[in-house]
Protein backbone atom coordinates (compact mmCIF):
# COMPACT_ATOMS: atom_id res chain seq x y z
CA UNK A 1 0.00 0.00 0.00
CA UNK A 2 1.29 3.60 -0.39
CA UNK A 3 0.72 5.88 1.88
CA UNK A 4 1.93 9.31 -0.04
CA UNK A 5 0.04 10.66 -2.54
CA UNK A 6 1.48 13.16 -4.88
CA UNK A 7 -0.27 15.93 -6.30
CA UNK A 8 -0.34 16.54 -9.23
CA UNK A 9 0.66 13.39 -11.39
CA UNK A 10 1.94 15.25 -14.34
CA UNK A 11 3.41 18.54 -14.52
CA UNK A 12 4.23 20.57 -17.80
CA UNK A 13 6.31 24.02 -17.41
CA UNK A 14 8.90 26.16 -19.32
CA UNK A 15 12.55 26.13 -18.60
CA UNK A 16 12.87 29.22 -16.20
CA UNK A 17 9.47 28.49 -14.49
CA UNK A 18 9.23 27.30 -10.62
CA UNK A 19 7.77 23.72 -9.98
CA UNK A 20 5.91 22.80 -7.01
CA UNK A 21 4.60 19.15 -5.86
CA UNK A 22 2.76 18.46 -3.55
CA UNK A 23 2.49 15.28 -1.19
CA UNK A 24 -0.21 14.09 1.48
CA UNK A 25 -0.03 10.98 3.98
CA UNK A 26 -2.40 8.93 6.28
CA UNK A 27 -0.05 8.52 9.32
CA UNK A 28 1.90 9.96 12.04
CA UNK A 29 5.67 9.90 10.47
CA UNK A 30 9.39 10.38 11.72
CA UNK A 31 10.29 12.07 8.22
CA UNK A 32 9.49 12.42 4.86
CA UNK A 33 11.97 12.56 1.73
CA UNK A 34 11.61 13.37 -1.82
CA UNK A 35 13.22 10.94 -4.40
CA UNK A 36 13.87 12.06 -8.11
CA UNK A 37 14.15 9.26 -10.53
CA UNK A 38 15.03 9.52 -14.12
CA UNK A 39 13.41 7.59 -17.22
CA UNK A 40 14.99 4.33 -16.99
CA UNK A 41 16.91 5.12 -13.96
CA UNK A 42 16.86 3.93 -10.07
CA UNK A 43 15.76 6.79 -7.61
CA UNK A 44 18.54 9.34 -6.30
CA UNK A 45 17.61 10.60 -3.02
CA UNK A 46 17.19 14.46 -3.33
CA UNK A 47 16.25 15.97 1.03
CA UNK A 48 14.69 14.12 3.80
CA UNK A 49 12.51 16.89 5.95
CA UNK A 50 12.13 15.92 10.21
CA UNK A 51 8.69 15.97 11.17
CA UNK A 52 9.83 18.73 13.76
CA UNK A 53 11.25 20.58 10.63
CA UNK A 54 9.08 23.17 8.74
CA UNK A 55 11.29 23.82 5.90
CA UNK A 56 14.63 22.52 4.31
CA UNK A 57 16.43 24.52 1.85
CA UNK A 58 18.78 22.35 -0.66
CA UNK A 59 20.31 24.73 -3.95
CA UNK A 60 17.35 25.12 -6.20
CA UNK A 61 14.71 22.67 -3.64
CA UNK A 62 12.47 23.82 -1.61
CA UNK A 63 10.51 21.33 1.03
CA UNK A 64 7.88 22.02 3.46
CA UNK A 65 5.94 20.07 6.02
CA UNK A 66 3.15 20.37 7.53
CA UNK A 67 2.07 17.85 9.84
CA UNK A 68 -0.75 19.08 11.05
CA UNK A 69 -2.56 18.68 7.29
CA UNK A 70 -0.10 15.74 6.82
CA UNK A 71 1.22 17.11 3.48
CA UNK A 72 4.79 17.99 1.91
CA UNK A 73 5.68 20.37 -0.90
CA UNK A 74 8.65 20.30 -3.36
CA UNK A 75 9.21 23.33 -4.92
CA UNK A 76 11.97 23.05 -7.89
CA UNK A 77 12.82 27.03 -8.84
CA UNK A 78 14.32 28.21 -11.95
CA UNK A 79 13.19 24.88 -13.74
CA UNK A 80 15.94 23.42 -16.27
CA UNK A 81 15.18 20.65 -18.72
CA UNK A 82 16.99 18.22 -16.67
CA UNK A 83 14.88 18.22 -14.09
CA UNK A 84 12.86 16.37 -16.15
CA UNK A 85 12.21 13.23 -14.22
CA UNK A 86 9.45 11.65 -11.75
CA UNK A 87 9.23 12.76 -8.40
CA UNK A 88 8.39 10.46 -5.80
CA UNK A 89 7.28 11.75 -1.30
CA UNK A 90 8.32 8.76 0.79
CA UNK A 91 7.41 8.52 4.36
CA UNK A 92 9.38 6.68 7.34
CA UNK A 93 6.89 6.23 10.24
CA UNK A 94 9.93 5.36 12.85
CA UNK A 95 13.25 6.57 11.64
CA UNK A 96 14.37 2.73 10.29
CA UNK A 97 13.76 3.86 6.50
CA UNK A 98 10.36 1.47 5.89
CA UNK A 99 10.31 4.06 3.27
CA UNK A 100 6.61 4.39 1.71
CA UNK A 101 6.46 5.77 -1.39
CA UNK A 102 3.51 7.58 -2.92
CA UNK A 103 2.72 7.47 -6.52
CA UNK A 104 5.01 9.84 -8.25
CA UNK A 105 4.72 13.49 -9.94
CA UNK A 106 6.00 13.22 -13.75
CA UNK A 107 7.82 16.42 -13.82
CA UNK A 108 8.29 17.53 -17.78
CA UNK A 109 10.44 20.79 -18.55
CA UNK A 110 10.55 22.11 -21.84
CA UNK A 111 13.36 24.10 -22.97
CA UNK B 1 32.69 5.21 -4.48
CA UNK B 2 30.92 2.60 -6.61
CA UNK B 3 27.14 2.56 -6.12
CA UNK B 4 24.64 0.01 -5.53
CA UNK B 5 24.93 -2.49 -8.85
CA UNK B 6 22.60 -4.61 -9.78
CA UNK B 7 21.83 -7.68 -12.34
CA UNK B 8 21.19 -8.21 -14.85
CA UNK B 9 19.46 -4.97 -15.96
CA UNK B 10 17.22 -6.28 -18.16
CA UNK B 11 15.43 -9.59 -18.35
CA UNK B 12 12.83 -11.21 -20.18
CA UNK B 13 11.52 -14.58 -19.32
CA UNK B 14 8.09 -16.67 -20.60
CA UNK B 15 5.80 -17.50 -17.60
CA UNK B 16 5.97 -20.32 -15.15
CA UNK B 17 9.87 -19.86 -15.08
CA UNK B 18 12.54 -19.10 -12.74
CA UNK B 19 14.58 -16.03 -12.51
CA UNK B 20 17.03 -14.72 -10.17
CA UNK B 21 18.47 -11.03 -9.67
CA UNK B 22 21.80 -10.34 -7.76
CA UNK B 23 22.64 -7.11 -5.58
CA UNK B 24 25.84 -5.50 -4.52
CA UNK B 25 25.50 -2.98 -2.15
CA UNK B 26 27.89 0.21 -1.21
CA UNK B 27 30.24 -1.18 0.72
CA UNK B 28 29.58 -1.15 4.68
CA UNK B 29 26.24 -0.89 4.23
CA UNK B 30 24.61 -2.55 6.65
CA UNK B 31 21.28 -2.73 5.19
CA UNK B 32 19.79 -3.39 2.57
CA UNK B 33 16.28 -3.27 0.70
CA UNK B 34 14.63 -4.83 -2.33
CA UNK B 35 11.62 -2.67 -3.90
CA UNK B 36 9.08 -3.84 -6.39
CA UNK B 37 8.21 -0.86 -8.63
CA UNK B 38 5.63 -1.20 -11.25
CA UNK B 39 5.28 0.87 -14.38
CA UNK B 40 3.75 4.88 -13.36
CA UNK B 41 3.80 3.79 -9.68
CA UNK B 42 6.29 4.35 -6.85
CA UNK B 43 8.70 1.41 -5.41
CA UNK B 44 6.69 -1.02 -2.57
CA UNK B 45 9.09 -2.73 -0.30
CA UNK B 46 9.50 -6.10 -0.35
CA UNK B 47 12.63 -7.18 2.08
CA UNK B 48 14.93 -5.41 4.12
CA UNK B 49 17.81 -7.00 6.03
CA UNK B 50 19.95 -5.75 8.67
CA UNK B 51 23.13 -7.76 7.50
CA UNK B 52 22.14 -11.23 7.14
CA UNK B 53 18.88 -10.98 8.78
CA UNK B 54 15.79 -10.47 7.53
CA UNK B 55 13.70 -7.87 9.55
CA UNK B 56 10.92 -7.49 7.34
CA UNK B 57 9.85 -9.61 4.74
CA UNK B 58 5.71 -8.94 5.13
CA UNK B 59 5.33 -7.69 1.77
CA UNK B 60 7.23 -10.68 -0.19
CA UNK B 61 4.99 -13.34 -1.42
CA UNK B 62 6.61 -15.93 -0.01
CA UNK B 63 4.83 -18.36 -2.45
CA UNK B 64 7.26 -17.81 -5.38
CA UNK B 65 9.46 -15.12 -4.16
CA UNK B 66 12.66 -16.31 -1.92
CA UNK B 67 15.19 -13.56 -1.10
CA UNK B 68 18.93 -14.03 0.62
CA UNK B 69 21.36 -12.24 1.77
CA UNK B 70 24.82 -15.22 2.67
CA UNK B 71 27.54 -12.95 4.94
CA UNK B 72 25.80 -10.09 5.02
CA UNK B 73 26.54 -8.35 1.37
CA UNK B 74 25.36 -9.56 -1.55
CA UNK B 75 21.67 -10.45 -2.10
CA UNK B 76 19.82 -12.17 -4.28
CA UNK B 77 16.12 -12.27 -5.02
CA UNK B 78 14.26 -14.93 -6.79
CA UNK B 79 11.27 -15.36 -8.29
CA UNK B 80 9.76 -19.43 -9.06
CA UNK B 81 7.60 -19.84 -11.28
CA UNK B 82 7.14 -16.46 -12.54
CA UNK B 83 3.82 -14.95 -13.51
CA UNK B 84 2.65 -12.38 -16.35
CA UNK B 85 1.75 -9.93 -13.18
CA UNK B 86 5.64 -10.28 -12.12
CA UNK B 87 6.32 -7.99 -14.35
CA UNK B 88 8.02 -4.60 -13.13
CA UNK B 89 11.34 -3.44 -11.76
CA UNK B 90 12.87 -4.53 -8.66
CA UNK B 91 15.11 -2.24 -7.10
CA UNK B 92 18.24 -2.63 -5.07
CA UNK B 93 19.07 -0.09 -2.21
CA UNK B 94 21.14 -0.18 0.95
CA UNK B 95 21.94 2.44 3.54
CA UNK B 96 24.89 2.61 6.31
CA UNK B 97 22.41 2.14 9.04
CA UNK B 98 18.72 2.38 9.55
CA UNK B 99 17.95 6.06 9.66
CA UNK B 100 20.48 6.80 7.21
CA UNK B 101 20.32 7.97 3.61
CA UNK B 102 19.14 5.46 0.99
CA UNK B 103 21.18 4.61 -1.93
CA UNK B 104 19.24 2.85 -4.83
CA UNK B 105 20.52 0.87 -7.66
CA UNK B 106 19.61 1.13 -11.46
CA UNK B 107 17.34 -1.37 -11.05
CA UNK B 108 16.49 -4.71 -12.49
CA UNK B 109 13.31 -4.73 -15.15
CA UNK B 110 12.01 -7.99 -15.81
CA UNK B 111 9.20 -8.94 -18.42
CA UNK B 112 7.38 -12.08 -18.48
CA UNK B 113 5.27 -12.85 -21.41
Known amino acids: SQQGEEDPQALSIQEGENATMNCSYKTSIN ?3 WYR ?5 GLVHLILIRSNEREKHSGRLRVTLDTSKKSSSLLITASRAADTASYFCATDKNAGNML ?5 TRLMVKP | E ?12 EKKQPVAFWCNPISGH ?9 LGQGPELLIRYENEEAVDDSQLPKDRFSAE ?3 GVDSTLKIQPAELGDSAVYLCASSL ?6 YFGEGSWLTVV
Do not use: D, E, M
Open chain 1, 31 to 33: NLQ
Open chain 1, 37 to 41: QNSGR
Open chain 1, 100 to 104: TFGGG
Open chain 2, 2 to 13: AGVVQSPRYKII
Open chain 2, 30 to 38: NTLYWYRQN
Open chain 2, 69 to 71: RLK
Open chain 2, 97 to 102: TPGNTI
